[in-house]
């Protein structure tokens, strides 16, 4: 199993282009998730999903959209970056009846 | 909603001895708490985790004990080694309803060891 995967690993943007962070699970995991970690701040809920055709806001949601098409697939969108959304992004998933959450390898993004 | 502090932001300690971080969090309803230690550049993997029916739980070097009581939860690394250095975060989980277990973090230790 690869596990959780993230693509790609840095980028860089200009504010107010937009892109897609991908992340894949092939664990077959109903719930996943996006984080972003800032220095000082640790890791917060952007978005999550328990199952293709459902998300939901976590504790950071603004300017960030999600969609869930597939199990094994939960992009994160920017529509219009903005240098606030320079940080690191983490995508985890898990079974959805267990509390252990799986991480991806993470995306850096810096956008000027 | 829940909130996690953890202490200390950092922490330096010689090879060979013990390193402490705690944390206390303030839902009463958290029942599941996972520990999490990130190396640079990658992301935060999971090294040991225990249940709010457990007081311990030990795991070879690495023991993690609770008192729900208190509200506050510890991570014990003993005869640590230059690989233990990292980040390491707290975490606590409640269930909102449905398996909807939410993960709130601490922020975050970061931890040296001087070979």
């Known amino acids: 199993n690869a596990g959780v995967t993230q693509t790609p690993k840095f980028q860089v943007l200009k504010t107010g282009q937009s892109m897609t962070l991908q992340c894949a699970q092939d664990m077959n995991h109903e719930y996943m998730s996006w984080y972003r970690q800032d220095p000082g701040m640790g890791l917060r809920l952007i978005h999550y999903s328990v199952g293709a055709g459902i998300t939901d806001q976590g504790e950071v949601p603004n300017g960030y959209n999600v969609s869930r098409s597939t199990t094994e697939d939960f992009p994160l969108r920017l529509l219009s970056a903005a240098p606030s959304q320079t940080s690191v992004y983490f995508c985890a998933s898990r079974p959805l009846v267990l509390e252990t959450q799986y991480f991806g390898p993470g995306t850096r993004l810096l956008v000027l | 909603g829940e909130n996690v502090e953890q202490h200390p932001s950092t922490l330096s300690v010689q090879e060979g001895d013990s390193a402490v971080i705690k944390c206390t969090y303030s839902?009463?309803?958290?029942?599941?708490f996972p520990w999490y230690k990130q190396e640079l550049g990658k992301g935060p993997q999971l090294i040991i985790d225990i249940r709010s029916n457990v007081g311990e739980k030990k795991d070879q070097r690495i023991a993690v004990t609770l008192n729900k009581t208190a509200k506050h939860f510890s991570l014990h690394i003993t005869e640590t080694q230059p690989e233990d250095s990292a980040v390491y975060f707290c975490?606590?989980?409640?269930?909102?309803?449905?398996?909807?277990?939410?993960?709130?973090f601490g922020k975050g230790t970061l931890l040296t060891v001087n070979p």
């Open positions: 975490a606590a989980s409640s269930d909102s309803g449905g398996s909807n277990y939410k993960l709130t």
């Open positions: 839902d009463s309803a958290s029942n599941y």
